[in-house]
């Protein structure tokens, strides 16, 4: 079961919110994160019974270059340039966030393994870290530069 401290990460609050019992919440929702060797990104996977399924990736020392902030992005409503989501098929994109998918205690993703789940594939590397979707987009994130695709 996910420790209760990840479930906010990606909204499952909403779940606990609705008053949904400990059992219920277990079996709709998946929720699994990793992170690179270096400590600098992290990742978190999740599918909600009745929901797309979202990868989100964050990367501390931010992207490079950084994108222009979007209009609905504020200061007050979250960090801009930290992370970056994307659905099983379609484009990636940047992320306005005001939570976290980076867990200290994360399952760690050595340089040279791949990690796939629902549609999902990222690889890790010393160079940093490539995750794709079903349709080939998605995003290159390195402390030395980054890339939406």
Known sequence: MTPRRSIPALG????????????????????????????NIGCGY???????????????????PLPPRPKGCTEAEGVWGRAVGMAPTGRATGYCISDTVMDPSAPVLDYGHTWARGGYKCVSRTSGLTCTNRDGHGWFLSRASSRIF
């Open 12 to 39: 499952a609050a909403l779940i606990v919110a609705a008053g949904v019992s400990a059992g219920a919440r277990a079996s709709s929702y998946v929720y699994r994160n990793f992170k690179l060797p270096s400590g």
């Open 46 to 64: 999740s599918k909600f019974a009745g929901e797309t399924a979202n990868l989100r990736c964050e990367i501390v020392s931010m992207l490079r």
